[in-house]
């Protein structure tokens, strides 16, 4: 029997991401229009024939019981037309590949300016302690009040989408006892702990602020007044809301 781990690389151990990165990594590497091995095309059918099998759970589990036998047949006229088959094959799963991988790229792009402006603005707030709302009329302090609500709903929504994208829900301990969770492979931990993250992280990058403005000359180094942690409080969702739609004015720019 072939040893279909052996032709990705790996061991009866390996998890299915660990089986999709290797035939990715090896399907590109041995591709017959990128490789110049003259047994590529070989490799390619190989390795290619091994991530079918083990990709399915069922082949894979009738495989590792010794019980799967290789019932595909050639029905191609040659053996390069076997090649072509499998290279539109991989061609398709490349362009899903590519298409999942802009995906990921614009989430992640959207977690990091989601959160990356709310610490920051937090720190500089502490830094700096704008005076803007002391010197503002009562018109001015409305706007800034509502543009920081405004900004608080628009935080509020994308961090649960982040959130959500990104973190496993832990159900309680009753539903835990009659079932068991699998913890998904693409998102790395739990809901506690993202909020444990984001509310550690606002807290530090306050403390960090504080701290760095007691080495800045000027008012900079006055103590925290009440209206700089009202500050810290209302200029960081409007930050976000700003750093939001400089995005999707670019978002619709691009389109253009």
């Given at each position: 029997?072939?040893?279909?781990?052996?032709?990705?690389?790996?061991?009866?151990?390996?998890?299915?991401?660990?089986?999709?990165?290797?035939?990715?990594?090896?399907?590109?590497?041995?591709?017959?229009?990128?490789?110049?091995?003259?047994?590529?095309?070989?490799?390619?059918?190989?390795?290619?024939?091994?991530?079918?099998?083990?990709?399915?759970?069922?082949?894979?589990?009738?495989?590792?019981?010794?019980?799967?036998?290789?019932?595909?047949?050639?029905?191609?006229?040659?053996?390069?037309?076997?090649?072509?088959?499998?290279?539109?094959?991989?061609?398709?799963?490349?362009?899903?590949?590519?298409?999942?991988?802009?995906?990921?790229?614009?989430?992640?792009?959207?977690?990091?300016?989601?959160?990356?402006?709310?610490?920051?603005?937090?720190?500089?707030?502490?830094?700096?302690?704008?005076?803007?709302?002391?010197?503002?009329?009562?018109?001015?302090?409305?706007?800034?009040?509502?543009?920081?609500?405004?900004?608080?709903?628009?935080?509020?929504?994308?961090?649960?989408?982040?959130?959500?994208?990104?973190?496993?829900?832990?159900?309680?301990?009753?539903?835990?006892?009659?079932?068991?969770?699998?913890?998904?492979?693409?998102?790395?931990?739990?809901?506690k702990a993202g909020l444990i993250f984001l509310v550690c992280g606002y807290l530090v990058s306050i403390g960090l602020g504080y701290v760095v403005s007691k080495f800045v000359p000027g008012r900079y180094g006055a103590a925290v007044s009440f209206s700089t942690l009202i500050g810290a409080l209302v200029y960081p969702p409007i930050a976000v809301l700003i750093i939001g739609g400089i995005r999707r004015i670019g978002g619709l720019l691009d389109r253009v």
């Open positions: 029997m072939t040893d279909l781990y052996g032709n990705l690389g790996l061991t009866p151990r390996a998890t299915a991401s660990e089986i999709k990165s290797a035939y990715r990594r090896l399907a590109r590497k041995y591709h017959p229009d990128v490789s110049a091995s003259p047994d590529s095309a070989t490799r390619f059918v190989s390795i290619s024939r091994a991530y079918e099998v083990l990709s399915d759970p069922r082949r894979r589990a009738a495989y590792d019981s010794g019980q799967y036998t290789d019932s595909q047949r050639t029905f191609y006229a040659s053996r390069q037309a076997e090649v072509v088959a499998m290279q539109r094959h991989f061609d398709r799963i490349v362009d899903e590949w590519l298409a999942r991988e802009r995906q990921e790229t614009a989430a992640r792009s959207h977690a990091v300016l989601i959160v990356v402006p709310l610490f920051l603005s937090a720190f500089y707030v502490m830094v700096s302690k704008p005076t803007i709302i002391e010197e503002s009329r009562f018109i001015g302090r409305v706007v800034i009040l509502a543009l920081a609500l405004y900004g608080l709903v628009y935080l509020m929504k994308n961090l649960s989408v982040v959130l959500s994208r990104y973190t496993y829900h832990i159900p309680d301990h009753l539903t835990s006892v009659f079932r068991e969770q699998e913890i998904p492979e693409d998102k790395p931990i739990s809901r």
